[in-house]
């Protein structure tokens, strides 16, 4: 006995509608399918690599004002010794030794 149109559910009228209309439309079902997914991934993937990518420029700012910091530490180091040796060279000025120290109470 064949079932009528109206006892047919859906999914069965879908069904017998893909396998006499062929497999075209079943596989450009599963190719869109396909197309939706991977849209999804490279979605997912993108993001991921902006979150890393913000993560190490934040990483790289951190390493440049830590560069900028050493650079003035040994800028102010370097003008000590620079101090030091003009008046050592230019003013014949030394340090006092313990013996020329005077301690005042």
Do not use: C
């Not at 370097?78 to 006092?96: C, D, F, N, V, Y």
């Amino acid at each position: 006995m064949k079932p009528t149109e109206s006892s047919m559910n859906l999914a069965s009228l879908i069904g017998r509608d893909l396998v006499t209309v062929g497999l075209v439309p079943l596989i450009l079902a599963f190719a869109i399918l396909l197309s939706a997914l991977s849209v999804v991934y490279v979605t997912h993937e993108s993001r991921q690599l902006i979150a890393q990518q913000e993560k190490l420029l934040m990483q790289r700012e951190n390493y440049d004002v830590e560069w900028r910091n050493q650079i003035l530490e040994e800028n102010s180091l370097a003008e000590h010794s620079r101090i030091e040796r003009l008046a050592e060279t230019e003013l014949k000025m030394q340090r006092p030794s313990v013996d020329n120290e005077i301690v005042i109470h």
